[in-house]
């Protein structure tokens, strides 16, 4: 069973950042795609981040704030979070692709306040 867990999130002031960390383990196949997600409250689950490959995509609200790399050994991905707003206030979930199979973590809080 794939087991996907995040780490990394927690109260920041606005402009400050945070890197996310997430690793999927109880697989030996690399998994196809791993991507971020996060949900505000009342809000729905929207596409942060991602990685097929090692092809980087990203939703135009990060653009130029977030990066998403990716451990080429591990089934690892990180999320560098910089000049952190207060609408990135949400909880971030990390998502690993094997075939057609998706597992998704328990998500990791980030809040953004002054």
């Known amino acids: 069973q794939v087991r996907v867990v995040e780490s990394g999130g927690g109260l920041v002031q606005p402009g400050m950042s945070l890197r996310l960390s997430c690793e999927a383990s109880?697989?030996?196949?690399?998994?196809?795609?791993m991507s971020w997600h996060r949900q505000a409250p009342g809000k729905e689950r929207e596409l942060v981040a991602g990685m097929i490959g090692s092809r980087p995509t990203y939703a135009d609200f990060v653009k130029g704030r977030f990066t998403i790399s990716r451990d080429n050994y591990k089934n690892t991905v990180f999320l560098q979070m910089n000049n952190l707003k207060p609408e990135d206030t949400a909880v971030y979930y990390c998502?690993?692709?094997?075939?057609?199979?998706?597992?998704w973590g328990q998500g990791t809080q980030v809040t953004v306040s002054s």
């Open positions: 998502r690993g692709v094997i075939g057609t199979n998706d597992f």
């Open positions: 109880g697989t030996r196949f690399r998994l196809n795609a």
